[in-house]
């Protein structure tokens, strides 16, 4: 009997577009800004899926890559109602080990929205940003 060939599925296919990662919105449903990006997203044809990131996890699993590709002082909400309830001890010295502790306990710390296309990672909305990367 002949040998079968296998594929290596971890291969790309020949004369086929890789396939896409799907791009993820994180943020809270209910946010004024979360509903301009998810308009604009909408308005502008980007296909994506939200992830409520004040469910259990969500935050605190994708926290050390978003703060390696962003940066944790783009990520902390500083000007939020949040910050604002933290005792003075929370707020004073924050690095970044205390500022990932901190949203992973608080994720609405977490500055919205957080697009991930896989490739980018936008941290805020500006429609002139948004158009400007995922154009």
Known sequence: ??????????????????????????????????????NWLTDNGVTYEFVDYKKAGVAEANLPDWAARAGWEKLLNTRGLMWKKLSDEERAAVDAQKALKLMAQYPALIKRPVLDTGNKLLVGFTPETYAAELK
């Open 1 to 38: 009997m002949g040998r079968v060939k296998t594929r290596n599925y971890n291969t790309p296919i020949p004369n086929h577009p890789p396939p896409t990662k799907m791009t993820k919105l994180y943020g809270i449903k209910n946010c004024d800004t979360m509903k301009k990006a998810m």
